[in-house]
């Protein structure tokens, strides 16, 4: 017989501190990546999106 699976809002205190503390590793592994992505982009002006718009439809029907 295949074990039942447990909804999550009752699990062990032990097993709710594991869960958080992955959960919060992941988060931080997120957070660096994001933040070495970020530091290898240069520094770009974004364009309003009206601008970006106009210049389309400008290449488009010229």
Same mark, same amino acid.
């Given at each position: 017989?295949?074990?039942?699976?447990? $909804?999550?809002?009752?699990?062990? #205190?032990?097993? =709710? #501190? /594991? *869960? &958080? /503390?992955?959960? !919060? &590793?992941? #988060? @931080?592994? !997120?957070?660096?990546?994001? #933040?070495?992505?970020? +530091? &290898? =982009? $240069? +520094?770009?002006?974004?364009?309003? $999106?009206? !601008?970006? +718009? &106009?210049? /389309? *439809? @400008? /290449?488009?029907?010229?």
């Amino acid at each position: 017989m295949a074990a039942t699976s447990h $909804p999550h809002g009752r699990v062990g #205190a032990g097993h =709710r #501190a /594991k *869960l &958080k /503390k992955w959960s !919060d &590793k992941v #988060a @931080r592994e !997120d957070e660096a990546q994001v #933040a070495a992505a970020s +530091a &290898k =982009r $240069p +520094a770009v002006r974004r364009q309003r $999106p009206l !601008d970006v +718009a &106009k210049e /389309k *439809l @400008r /290449k488009l029907f010229h």
